[in-house]
């Protein structure tokens, strides 16, 4: 793997742990950061791969357009496209008034994330 690429994952496990954390956390957790890292730790993850497989990228939070440059790589992307939509929501709209994310709006997004990080680990040739 790339030495990028492997910087990728590093970022995108600390995205990881840290919406565990948060989720986890017994005292004031923090739905609504436990999202945005969900939503990092998969958008990083994705640019780990487009890394992997040498194909640009603009800088973007929109996990939409980098599926879109996955698709042709590998097509079974597309499978996550539900999954991606509901985690692009917190890359910025839960980080500001207005909206804020419960237990179980974290929880979903901790496991959308999740298919993401397996999928890319598999890609990459990761463990699980």
């Keep these: 793997m790339k030495p990028i690429a492997k910087e990728w994952v590093g970022k995108a496990e600390a995205d990881q742990l840290s919406a565990l954390r948060e989720f986890r956390a017994r005292k004031a957790p923090n739905f609504d950061d436990a999202c945005f890292h969900a939503q990092q730790c998969a958008e990083k993850y994705m640019k780990a791969l487009l890394q992997h497989l040498n194909i640009r990228f603009a800088k973007t939070h929109n996990l939409i357009d980098l599926l879109e440059l996955l698709l042709p790589a590998d097509s079974t992307w597309e ?22 994310a419960d237990r179980p709006v974290a ?13 890319a680990r598999e890609a990459l040739k990761l463990p699980k």
Aim: proline share 6%; glycine share 2%; no cysteine.
């Design 79 to 100: 499978l996550l496209r539900p999954s991606l939509l509901r985690l692009n929501l917190f890359s910025v709209a839960y980080r500001y008034p207005g909206r804020s």
């Design 107 to 119: 929880r979903d997004a901790l496991a959308q994330a999740k298919l993401v990080r397996a999928k």
